[in-house]
């Protein structure tokens, strides 16, 4: 059965009719985005939605934290990190290299660029063999988390699993906590391929995947990887995205959609950026549905 989770915009007046849409199966607050007072009211509030909601915490996910201008700055992170140095990274979703001469506990030292302020909660990818990352959860995940607890919710989206002690904490918090875990690293890839969905359903999460994978035409193996390893997994992220920024769909999205369910993914999560306008997210449901009934069911 064809279904999509949807990106919940936390103050959207849309999110009604779009809760409504018969292929909504679900609604995903991410944890990134600002709130006025805090994760209890807004999961109250998205729970009066009538859909089950999926708070996508970022575990070891690597983000930015507080403002930096390069060049030749400090960019303090999410996480402490150790790697050997230099090393590439990458910022707004693979489209910019740097190169990092340093780590000093949770900064990274720059050798140049990306020549504009950086912003607190941009992704950061740092691929490498030699990356560890110190820690899991973050604060802001904790705290969300103690609110789920609270108000009797259950339902976890991890980001960067790469291991099984990762969904361990989860449930160490949040006893009887149904978690999906997304895959987004080689790390994440190898722990899917060994556990499969042993521990929760998984998401093949295509926005830093496609990174880290580091050649893009690699993430057509990971993508047939994770839906053998579970084959309910969810795939997420980079899906019509052309919608954010034109009404009509660009021919490569509906390609890809295609591949995808020919794959044979049947829940699609749609990300943050065609998720912020009503039109646009209800543009991609309509399309999801009627790209299916060209595709045969396997």
Not at 257 to 283: E, H, K, P, Q
Request: a negative charge.
């Amino acid at each position: 059965m064809l279904q999509a989770i949807v990106t919940a915009p936390p103050y959207a007046p849309f999110l009604d009719e779009v809760a409504a849409h018969p292929l909504v199966c679900g609604l995903r607050l991410n944890t990134v985005m600002p709130l006025r007072d805090g994760p209890a009211e807004a999961l109250e509030r998205l729970g009066e939605l009538g859909q089950p909601v999926w708070v996508d915490l970022k575990g070891r996910q690597l983000r930015v934290v507080g403002a930096a201008i390069p060049p030749y700055t400090a960019v303090r992170l999410s996480h402490p990190v150790r790697v050997d140095t230099p090393v590439d990274a990458f910022f707004s979703d693979g489209d910019e290299c740097v190169r990092i001469v340093a780590t000093d506990g949770d900064h990274i030292i720059l050798e140049d660029g990306p020549r504009r302020l950086i912003g607190p909660g941009e992704s950061v990818n740092i691929v490498h063999p030699s990356l560890e990352i110190s820690g899991t959860l973050t604060e802001t995940d904790r705290a969300y988390l103690a609110a789920m607890d609270e108000l009797g919710l259950n339902q976890v989206m991890l980001s960067y699993v790469e291991r099984p002690a990762d969904a361990d904490e989860v449930q160490r918090l949040l006893p009887g906590a149904e978690v999906m875990l997304k895959i987004e690293t080689e790390r994440g890839l190898a722990y899917a391929r060994k556990y499969g969905a042993r521990q929760g359903r998984l998401i093949a999460a295509r926005g830093d995947l496609y990174v880290e994978v580091l050649q893009p035409h690699r993430v057509v193996g990971a993508l047939r990887d994770v839906i053998a390893a579970d084959p309910r997994a969810v795939v997420a992220s980079r899906l019509f995205d052309s919608l954010a920024h034109r009404p009509v769909p660009a021919s490569a999205d509906i390609g890809d959609v295609a591949y995808l369910l020919a794959l044979g993914y049947r829940t699609f999560m749609l990300g943050d950026a065609i998720c912020l306008r009503r039109d646009s997210v209800l543009a991609a449901l309509n399309l999801l549905e009627k790209i299916a009934e060209e595709v045969p069911s396997q």
